[in-house]
């Protein structure tokens, strides 16, 4: 079956760089855009970025500049490095693709920034 899995989450300093990957199985991984997204409890879940089965990729306007999405298809991975981080993005992070049978997201992995 399909699967997602989110990894490199953690605790760091504002202004401190993070590396997000998602390893992706079960399906042909280079024939997907994938999108990376966040959540913080109580609101609806953000789009950080995506990049398309070429390579083109966008931002959401508050990440544009400090992050960057990056896909190696060997590996199946999708990789977000994001530097600059701020306290206001502190959230679940998640990596999605959507395929004839629907939304696919994995179990995301958890970036906090304290104040």
């Known amino acids: 079956q399909v699967q997602l899995v989110e990894s490199g989450g953690g605790l760091v300093q504002p202004g401190s760089s993070l590396i997000l990957s998602c390893k992706v199985s079960?399906?042909?991984?280079?024939?997907?855009?994938m999108d990376w997204y966040r959540q913080v409890p109580g609101k609806e879940r953000e789009l950080v970025a995506t990049?398309?089965?070429?390579?083109?990729?966008t931002y959401g306007d508050p990440v544009k500049g400090r992050f960057a999405v990056s896909r190696d298809n060997a590996r199946r991975t999708v990789s977000l490095q994001m530097n600059g981080l701020k306290p206001e993005e502190t959230a679940v992070y998640y990596c999605?693709?959507?395929?004839?049978?629907?939304?696919?997201w994995g179990q995301g992995t958890q970036v906090t920034v304290p104040q």
């Open positions: 999605h693709l959507k395929d004839r049978s629907g939304d696919r």
């Open positions: 079960g399906i042909n991984f280079k024939l997907f855009p």
């Open positions: 990049i398309t089965v070429s390579g083109s990729v």
